[in-house]
């Protein structure tokens, strides 16, 4: 996952996109990047790492101007190398800088096209380079004169007509100002917001509403699926909604982990979805075991804390505070490569082993993906005295990959597919494994919303809302599981 932000101030903007990469920093931790626009300028910084070491005083200091973007990345397609870092350029037929969150299920055949056909280059496996060039054909093939709002919206439908996947964009276009849009299906998220300064009206866009809080910024809405938002030169807001909108399926393991719990997503607060995770994951216990033997309810920092709570209320079982974390170590399940994610849990998490010993423990996680967190956290409850471990999962089993934009590409590297929950729960070596059931998840976050059609539940489901391509999962577990990404760094 990646986060994204762009700002259309009345004042220098570098300072506050800076905040707001920090705001996201959880959103991705590899690479970060900001461009501004100053005149007919555009200035841009970025590196591989968190938004503290790849930023100076004097690198933010030099990127003038009122309106600018800015990314954090968690790679879904190409490698973690510096050029495919974010957001990126071109410069025909203007200057256009791009930063997306998602990922492209046609960017092989996209990139093919675009150089046969729209005889541009694309440089690297990112296919945020592709959806960067699709959309600055689009605006080319758009009419030779001035760029207009209209003709920039008739791009973006261009780019929805050719694009397939899951995106969310902020993009600068020199001579013209500041451009958002989401993909037609709203599967990944983005909000617009506004302030009144001194000196005008100010226009905000970014992945979560949590920067929007802490900027000072109003909440205008969430972009609806296949919605453009455009803030010209002049400080005018338009807005489009594309023909090719579908119905609203936003991620839901952005709910389950990506996002903050203190930010709204579509509506929906991501600190009270989680709570009813919690509620409906209790209930689910007391109806399959009514007479359980729990003497303690313990999470796995951080994300699962919000629906630890309410479920340990409902059991009527102690909440314990049973793993503490390291908070200088970044999340690990974003991390790239397998052996730096293991290495990390146990680096992360350490036990207090008065909470365990001599106890029947319940863990409870917020998801199990590849099992790395839950294999290590069971064997460090057993060393410190526990009876008996339990886990309980607030989703259910991740059996199929992920296409949109989180980085899960290979179904071997998931410890449920395949598997049988008895099977998952020998693997990881609890004592007992509880997951929370589709349907039960999905009623948890939407809570009282009727207006979503539903969600891109596709790595519980393995039902795809875009469509898939056959072979393509199979074509892409080759491309990206860890091992062959390993193999590639490593040369062997
Ligand atoms: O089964 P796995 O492959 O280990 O992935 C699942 C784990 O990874 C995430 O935690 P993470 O450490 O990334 O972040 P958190 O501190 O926000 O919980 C998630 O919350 C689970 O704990
Ligand atoms: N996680 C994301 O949103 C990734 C964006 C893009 N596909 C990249 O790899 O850079
Ligand atoms: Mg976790």
Redesign the pocket.
């Known amino acids: 996952m990646c986060g994204i932000a762009g700002i259309f101030g009345r004042t220098e903007v570098a300072a506050r996109l800076y905040d707001a990469m920090t705001i996201l920093q959880?959103r991705g931790q590899d690479a970060a990047g900001m461009t501004t626009l100053d005149g007919n300028r555009m200035r841009s910084a970025r590196g591989i790492g968190l938004v503290r070491d790849v930023f100076s005083e004097r690198s933010v200091a030099g990127l003038t101007g009122e309106i600018g973007i800015g990314h954090v990345r968690y790679p879904t397609a190409g490698c973690d190398r510096p050029d495919e870092t974010q957001p990126m350029y071109v410069n025909a037929p203007c200057g256009i800088a791009l930063g997306h969150n998602g990922n492209l299920i046609n960017s092989e055949e996209l990139s093919a096209e675009l150089f046969a056909r729209d005889r541009r280059h694309i440089n690297t496996e990112s296919d945020s380079e592709v959806l960067l060039n699709i959309l600055a054909h689009e605006v080319a093939a758009h009419g030779s004169a001035r760029i207009t709002p209209e003709r920039v919206f008739s791009a973006v439908d261009g780019v929805h007509r050719r694009c397939r996947g899951g995106y969310a964009t902020v993009a600068l276009i020199a001579g013209v100002g500041l451009l958002g849009f989401r993909d037609p299906h709203g599967i990944r998220p983005i909000v617009l917001g506004q302030r009144e300064s001194r000196d005008g009206r100010e226009y905000i866009m970014a992945s979560e509403s949590v920067v929007l809080d802490l900027l000072g910024f109003d909440l205008i809405s969430d972009l609806a699926p296949g919605e453009s938002a455009l803030i010209t030169l002049d400080g005018e807001l338009h807005r489009h909604v594309s023909d090719q909108a579908r119905p609203h399926t936003p991620c839901l393991f952005e709910y389950v982990?990506f996002a903050r719990p203190d930010s709204m997503i579509d509506d929906l607060s991501i600190y009270k979805a989680r709570l009813r995770m919690g509620e409906a994951l209790a209930e689910k216990i007391l109806r399959e075991w009514p007479d359980h033997d729990i003497d303690a309810v313990i999470p796995?920092?951080?994300?699962?804390r919000t629906a630890c709570l309410p479920l340990s209320q409902m059991l009527g079982v102690k909440y314990r505070e049973g793993l503490i974390?390291n908070r200088y170590i970044g999340?690990?399940?974003?991390m790239p490569g397998q052996e730096e994610?293991a290495r990390s849990?146990r680096r992360?998490l350490n036990t207090i082993s008065l909470e365990f010993r001599n106890k029947n423990v319940l863990l409870v996680?917020?998801?199990?993906?590849?099992?790395?967190?839950?294999r290590q956290i069971i064997q460090m409850a057993r060393e410190a005295g526990a009876r008996k471990v339990y886990l309980a999962s607030a989703s259910p089993p991740v059996r199929y990959p992920n296409v949109y934009g989180i980085d899960m590409p290979a179904a071997s590297e998931l410890?449920a597919a395949g598997r049988s929950e008895s099977e998952i729960r020998e693997r990881i070596g609890a004592d007992r494994l509880i997951y929370q059931e589709l349907p039960d998840l999905e009623k948890a976050v939407r809570g009282k919303n009727r207006r979503l059609a539903g969600f891109d539940s596709s790595c519980f489901s393995g039902r795809y809302v875009t469509g898939l391509a056959d072979g393509y999962l199979e074509e892409l577990e080759a491309r990206r599981a860890d091992a062959v990404r390993q193999e590639r760094r490593t040369g062997s």
Not at 300 to 304: A, K, L
Not at 331 to 334: D, L, S
């Open positions: 959880h982990y796995v920092p951080d994300t699962s974390k999340r690990t399940f974003i994610r849990v992360k996680d917020d998801s199990i993906v590849r099992g790395t967190t839950s410890v």
